[in-house]
């Protein structure tokens, strides 16, 4: 257990349909990291929060929004849902606002879009 | 911008021998490094980091990457592989220019056959 903490584990929805990613960080960390893995595109760095603020924007789209809460966990909405939005999306933690002791990854929330 | 290259897709092993797995970056200045691995349905474990000094760095579960400026590589490898090391490995850049946030390589799938 690496102490980030993702759910739901699978999601299957419909094309159009809008989900919600949860993550909750590793105790004392106050950064969240969201990225997106898929088989075409490898792992995508999507956004980034630091204690409750936006701090740097990856190749997200304009469809995905995400924001940090008050007690640090973290939501990825994800709307108008398309069958190229499925893949793997992990978050992750770090102590400060620049990961520079690496991330520690939760085990990820698996999108299926039909 | 930093990318990080990593050569070979897939590699094959037999228990018992050496593992070298590479990896080289396109940064100016010496970024941060880090090697990750992904067991099926699981997320990114931390193996190893790389920050300054000595650049042979020691990681968890027997894992070494040594940093070489001149090739701008950094590395990874384990005298011998064992059958749970059959996994994805990932290496990872940050970069003091963006804040740190990680560029991942497209990862190299190692298998390990008896």
């Known amino acids: 257990d690496s102490g980030v903490t993702q759910t739901p584990k699978h999601l299957i929805t419909a094309t159009g349909q809008r989900v919600t990613l949860r993550c909750s960080p590793r105790?004392?960390?106050?950064?969240v990291y969201w990225y997106q893995q898929s088989l075409d595109q490898g792992l995508q760095f999507l956004i980034q929060y630091y204690n409750g603020e936006e701090r740097a924007k990856g190749n997200i789209l304009e469809r995905f929004s995400a924001q940090q809460f008050p007690d640090l966990h973290s939501e990825l909405n994800l709307s108008s849902l398309e069958l190229g939005d499925s893949a793997l999306y992990f978050c992750?933690?770090?102590?400060?606002?620049?990961?520079?002791?690496?991330?520690?990854f939760g085990s990820g929330t698996r999108l299926t879009v039909v | 911008a930093q990318s990080v290259t990593q050569p070979d897709i897939h590699i094959t092993v037999s228990e018992g021998a050496s593992l070298e797995l590479r990896c080289n970056y396109s940064?100016?200045?010496?970024?941060?490094l880090f090697w990750y691995v992904q067991s099926p349905g699981q997320g990114l474990q931390l193996l190893l980091k790389y920050f300054s000094g000595d650049t042979l760095v020691q990681g968890i579960k027997g894992f070494e990457a040594e940093f070489k400026r001149s090739q701008s590589s950094f590395n990874l490898r384990k005298p011998s592989v064992h059958w749970s090391d059959a996994a994805e490995y990932f290496c990872?850049?940050?970069?003091?220019?963006?804040?740190?946030?990680?560029?991942f390589g497209a990862g190299t799938t190692v298998t390990v056959r008896a």
């Open positions: 105790s004392g960390d106050l950064s």
């Open positions: 940064y100016g200045a010496t970024p941060y």
């Open positions: 990872a850049v940050g970069a003091r220019s963006n804040d740190y946030k990680l560029s």
């Open positions: 992750a933690s770090s102590r400060g606002d620049r990961g520079a002791d690496g991330y520690t």
